[in-house]
């Protein structure tokens, strides 16, 4: 039974209760109740003892619970021995198996196993924590915080302010400055493991209470002094030194950044120190601006020691409904025009300034023409053919390797099973120097396309127009008018065959100016196409496996006279066996009678939960025509009666899921060829490989392709990614052109990886023959601390070059 004393009443009015009532009078009319399930007179009664779940609270709501409260009332002050906890109104939490509390002074102190938890849920643990509740101010020793934002600090002593929302963390001690060099150097690393710490790495076990040099962070700030400003959202050291695993690597005498609360700031973003093969060595120092909330701007000067600066920039502003990015560089051009690279090739380099200019807006309206509507333009332009290439200009915006130069307004608009697409487009060719042959534009484009259903079947109208120049003088101007129909499957039950009957209506009309060659010309012709598909499914299924065989036949005729396509290069595919339209082009189309037919084979297994782990795709299939037409792609083989043979076979494996015990490894097996053969059989003209394995430690990619005959192209790439452990990777990749015997590019890697922390050595290899540019090699260490965005990336290609 709880017991109560009344400290403001009269002492002989308590001696005659049973159940005590105890108020504890506090400075400026502030009353604490004193609760517990015992209560003990000592000392004349000027110590009141309360032991088990013993709460002092007040009237403003500031609580005290403890084991035992001993109240000291000729000194007006509380005491608590045992596991403690207090509140004040503001839910800021101090817990400590001893509290000294000054009730006419408001102040707490706190020992032992000491954690403060603030109303913004920031922890703090200390050995000592001393708290004013007047001015909200509190002082901890041997502290170990750890923010809500998952950053950490540490440190002999910590100021808490919450009425400015700032923690600062330094040194209990200044150290005597001493004037001798090694004298600092050597009181450095003995003060090494005593210093303050900062890291924005999470920590994980926060009620293990270990420092963040004992739980071996990816990376953290050693300080004199750190200021974390909540309000303003930014963090301040003083003499800073960045540590990568506890290995200090660089010193600051000032550092400042954002908390990581913040996702866009003012300032400098990390510098980037990078050697190009053909420029030297580069200094980049990239700085973010803010304009407002919905606007920034990213400044960037690249400073080479050799070469002329160059000045990268770029604006972006989000709109409610729209959003535009500007990207722009610009650079005087080389200071020599002759040169030699790191492999002592002479470079014989083109004169004048270089810049670029890309452009991008994308907006969403409402009722502009249907209900939804898309607008976007792009701008784009390069001074130079290799000026992307040669700089290694990589943005939001633009790649390096960028060949042809987009400029275009788009617009989409869309309701329900309506849309339309209008566009006027310019294309620009890099690599072309003949100014007739390097624009070609398409100036209008539109496209109008309504599904809808009628008498239970589904159809579609299409409408295209389309104006073309290009190669100087050829002009095309097309339109095309075309509906397509397609029934539902309509199945025979007695024996199982599902029929669907396909038709479309096509009008075309041309007018051609100096098409390859020809004089102008104007045609317009009616194309009708009628198509009967017919499946003959048969399937064999039990618990642990599903396999189907699935005969396809697709016979349709297309009326009219094909256009000369003979020089188009196309590859059949085994998808265009079954399809109605296998040229895929809306104007060069696929006539005449002509029978597609293939043969589907499916193979499923799968564990005693239902789920599928592993899958087995044959398809096989040829196209048949009444007659010859030599005027459909040779490569395709559909210009001969009889077409190449198609197929492809798809093998998945996923070993996790065969043992239901196992659900959280990865272990997967894909495995895809793609192939064609001679109608003879006496050839493979074709063969496409794509190889993945999976596992949690493994990630290997391969492709091979090779095609003869019909074209005559042969590569092969792959990737491989080891993880050693949880962080730690390997990687390397390459490409190579098996019928040049040349290596496009090539490359390997080899980091360290976490969720605040990246850093490792890359080399790469880019294969070029070109004006300004030649074959390069590059090895950089590069380090990323991931909260402060680029990495800093020394490059030590010297290492690997002859000079």
């Not at 976490?754 to 030649?774: A, E, H, P, R, V």
Request: hydrophobic share 30%.
């Amino acid at each position: 039974m709880k017991n109560k004393f009344n400290i403001s009443k009269y002492f002989f009015i308590i001696i005659l209760l049973l159940n005590f009532n105890t108020e504890i009078s506090k400075a400026e009319n502030s009353i604490y109740n004193l609760t517990a399930i015992q209560i003990k007179y000592i000392n004349n009664k000027n110590t009141i003892i309360a032991e088990g779940e013993a709460l002092a609270k007040d009237q403003y709501g500031r609580e005290i619970f403890s084991n035992s409260i001993i109240y000291y009332k000729s000194l007006n002050k509380l005491e608590t021995k045992g596991s403690s906890k207090y509140k004040d109104t503001k839910n800021n939490v101090i817990y400590a198996d001893q509290f000294f509390y000054d009730i006419k002074l408001k102040k707490i102190i706190a020992k032992e196993n000491v954690r403060y938890i603030n109303s913004n849920g920031d922890q703090f643990d200390f050995s000592r924590f001393d708290y004013d509740e007047n001015t909200e101010i509190g002082i901890g020793k041997n502290a170990i915080i750890n923010f809500l934002d998952k950053s950490s600090m540490d440190g002999q002593l910590v100021i808490i302010n919450n009425k400015t929302g700032i923690t600062k963390i330094k040194k209990e001690t200044k150290e005597k400055n001493d004037k001798k060099f090694f004298q600092k150097i050597r009181n450095f690393f003995k003060n090494y493991n005593n210093q303050n710490r900062y890291t924005t790495c999470e920590n994980k076990n926060k009620e293990a209470k270990t420092k963040i040099i004992d739980r071996c962070p990816d990376w953290s700030l050693t300080t004199a002094e750190t200021i974390h400003d909540k309000v303003n959202k930014m963090v301040y050291h003083k003499n800073a030194t960045i540590n990568l695993a506890n290995i200090p690597v660089l010193y600051t005498p000032y550092f400042s950044h954002p908390d990581p609360t913040v996702k866009r700031k003012s300032g400098f973003l990390t510098p980037i120190i990078k050697n190009f093969s053909d420029l030297g060595r580069s200094y980049k120092t990239p700085y973010f601006f803010v304009i407002d909330n919905n606007s920034d701007l990213t400044f960037t000067p690249v400073f080479f020691e050799e070469e002329n600066q160059l000045i990268l920039t770029e604006y972006k502003k989000q709109y409610q409904n729209s959003f535009f990015a500007l990207d722009s560089s610009y650079t005087k051009g080389y200071k020599k025009l002759v040169k030699k690279n790191n492999s002592n090739e002479t470079l014989n380099r083109t004169s004048g300034s270089r810049n670029h200019l890309f452009l991008n807006f994308q907006g969403s309206y409402n009722s502009l023409l249907f209900d939804n509507n898309e607008v976007e333009i792009n701008l784009q332009r390069v001074s130079q053919k290799n000026y992307l290439k040669v700089y290694q200009i990589n943005t939001d915006l633009v790649l390096e390797d960028v060949n042809n130069l987009k400029n275009n307004i788009i617009l989409n608009s869309y309701e329900k099973k309506q849309k339309l697409n209008i566009s006027g487009s310019i294309y620009e060719k890099l690599d072309e120097e003949n100014p007739n042959t390097k624009y070609s534009y398409e100036i209008p484009q539109i496209n109008y396309q309504n599904y809808f259903n009628i008498f239970d079947q589904d159809a579609n109208i299409k409408s295209n127009i389309k104006a073309k120049n290009y190669n100087g003088d050829s002009k095309e101007i097309s339109q095309l008018n075309e509906i397509q129909g397609s029934s539902k499957s309509f199945i025979q039950k007695k024996i199982g065959i599902s029929n669907k009957v396909k038709a479309s209506l096509l009008n075309t009309n041309e007018y051609k100016d100096k098409v390859l060659g020809n004089t102008e010309d104007t045609q317009s012709q009616f194309f009708n196409t009628i198509g009967l598909e017919t499946k003959f499914p048969l399937m064999k299924e039990n618990e642990s496996l599903s396999q189907m065989l699935t005969p396809t036949t697709l016979i349709k005729y297309t009326s009219g006279s094909m256009e000369d396509i003979k020089n188009n290069q196309q590859i059949l595919q085994a998808k265009d066996i079954i399809s109605i339209d296998r040229i895929a082009s809306a104007e060069k189309i696929d006539t005449g009678l002509s029978l597609g037919y293939g043969l589907d084979y499916q193979m499923n297994k799968k564990n005693s939960n239902k789920e599928i782990f592993l899958k087995n795709d044959f398809f096989l299939g040829q196209v048949i025509n009444h007659k010859k037409n030599s005027n459909k792609p040779i490569s395709s083989s559909l210009n001969e009666k009889k077409s190449n043979f198609v197929g492809k076979y798809e093998f998945k494996l996923d070993n996790d899921k065969i043992n239901e015990n196992q659900k959280e490894s990865i272990d997967t097996f894909n495995f895809s060829y793609n192939f064609n053969i001679a109608d003879n059989l006496d050839k493979i003209l074709k063969n496409q490989i794509d190889i993945t394995k999976i596992n949690n430690k493994n990630n290997l990619q391969i492709s091979y392709y090779e095609t003869h005959d019909i074209d005559n192209s042969q590569y092969i790439e792959g990737r491989f990614l080891r993880k050693f452990s949880e962080n730690y990777n390997f990687l390397i990749g390459a490409r190579k052109n098996l019928e040049t015997s040349r290596s496009d590019n090539n490359f390997l890697e080899m980091n360290y990886e976490s969720d605040c922390l990246k850093y490792g050595f890359n080399l790469t290899k880019k294969f070029y023959n070109n004006d300004d540019i030649k074959t390069s090699n590059n090895l950089t260490f590069f380090v990323m601390l991931k909260p402060f965005g680029q990495p800093l990336a020394p490059d030590l290609t010297s290492l690997i070059n002859d000079n």
